[in-house]
């Protein structure tokens, strides 16, 4: 080498002069390759960055936030090292293949990271595309990631171990059983991920609600193991993809991409309130304006039918008759078919449910105009406001649990 002979010549032992000259050779070497990195990575990365500023695309803004230019910039110094190797050890040579298996070895790992920060790259680049932003795109990242490294994990110990890769595929391959047991949930996600994306289950930005893991807001990431849900309250719950096609779940992604947002609530009646209403009663509640014509039209129908059965009204069960419930549902069915903020080219329903120990629900089914969700419960609070005020015009009484205050009144009267 360079310096052996020079400390030959000032009389040193030759397996000192050896040592000597190969500490400051390999100083040298790694001096140079650290500069060498150095030089190279600035380089790569200014390059990368104006090519970056020329193109419309975003995959190489990515590619630089992963840091590929540095990864790159890694394996121009380990094949300078592969190169100098037999000048380097030349009377070290017991040490050429331990350092070049080393090499090889990291040519394998800078590879997988350029590989690796490759996709990344284009995982994010997907996401923000109108058409890949609302798919699992992670799941598939992950998968190819695994087999990439598991790839890498077999070359590597075949570089170690000096066995044909194809025999450790076969040992693999005899293994089976056991890995497939390893990897059990790996292998369910990635299953779930395909059924997920093939069937359109779920979408990144949809809104969910899983009761079993008290997960209830929307979907920021699919991956391969699990499914990430920002609730309202700004808590993240984490969901097992396999759950979405094993447990049931809510997607509201079909009210989202509705016209209008189910309004579906009931108003429990005092069943004891519920009565006929005499002409006098009705006469009054025709001055209600959404009542008139139609009281009107519905006394008209019930006179004609009763005279023609010829009904004894002496008494008021006989024939037909209006009723307080009857009229006030009328009413309701009126006030939500001119209600501004319902839409009125959805379902709009008010309809009486079975009895319960509770009282005789009314249902309102209508569907809102506006489905953001304050305005969704504004709109929602104020109907109701409405009907719980509207009810003792129809002498109809809400139910409720007696209080303690209405003991106490019953027990002064």
């Excluded at 090499?103 to 923000?128: C, F, G, N, Q, Y």
């Excluded at 391959?173 to 994306?197: E, H, R, T, V, W």
Aim: hydrophobic share 50%.
């Amino acid at each position: 080498m360079i310096f052996f002979e020079y400390f030959k010549s000032l009389g040193w032992s030759q397996g000192l002069a050896q040592k000597i000259d190969f500490l400051i050779v390999t100083i040298g070497v790694i001096l140079i390759a650290f500069i060498l990195q150095k030089v190279i990575r600035a380089v790569l990365v200014s390059i990368f960055r104006k090519l970056a500023a020329k193109t419309a695309s975003n995959f190489d803004d990515f590619l630089i936030a992963e840091k590929f230019p540095q990864s790159l910039a890694v394996v121009i110094p380990i094949t300078f090292l592969f190169l100098i190797l037999p000048f380097w050890l030349q009377h070290f040579p017991f040490l050429l293949n331990p350092l070049h298996l080393i090499l090889e070895i990291l040519i394998v790992v800078s590879v997988l990271t350029m590989v690796r920060r490759t996709l990344m790259a284009l995982r994010d680049s997907l996401k923000i595309t109108p058409t890949y932003g609302d798919k699992p795109i992670d799941s598939y990242i992950q998968v190819l990631m695994i087999a990439l490294w598991v790839i890498g994990l077999i070359v590597i110990f075949s570089l170690i171990t000096g066995q044909d890769i194809l025999k450790i595929l076969a040992a693999m391959g005899a293994l089976s059983a056991l890995i497939i047991l390893i990897f059990k949930d790996l292998i369910l996600g990635f299953i779930a991920s395909i059924q997920i994306a093939v069937n359109d289950l779920v979408r990144i930005g949809d809104w969910i609600t899983i009761e079993k893991y008290g997960a209830d807001g929307d979907v920021i990431e699919i991956n391969l193991s699990t499914v990430k849900v920002q609730n309202f309250d700004k808590t993240i719950t984490s969901v097992p993809t396999y759950s979405f096609i094993s447990d049931a779940f809510v997607n509201w992604r079909g009210m989202n991409n509705s016209e209008g947002r189910r309004i579906k609530r009931a108003i429990l009646i005092k069943a004891s309130s519920i009565r006929f209403v005499t002409d006098e009663e009705a006469d009054q509640l025709k001055s209600v304006g959404l009542m008139t014509d139609r009281i009107a039209k519905r006394q008209a129908e019930i006179k004609a039918f009763n005279d023609s059965i010829k009904a004894d009204k002496s008494l008021a069960i006989n024939g037909r008759n209006l009723t307080n419930m009857g009229l006030f549902r009328f009413y309701v069915d009126a006030y939500l078919n001119q209600h501004p903020n319902i839409n009125q080219d959805m379902m709009i329903m008010c309809r009486q449910l079975p009895q319960t120990p509770h009282g005789t629900p009314i249902e309102i089914y209508a569907f809102s105009s506006d489905k953001r969700w304050k305005e969704y419960e504004e709109i929602m609070g104020n109907v109701f406001d409405h009907l719980f005020a509207a009810l003792p015009y129809f002498m109809l009484e809400l139910y409720e649990y007696p209080s303690g205050s209405d003991f106490d009144k019953n027990k002064l009267d």
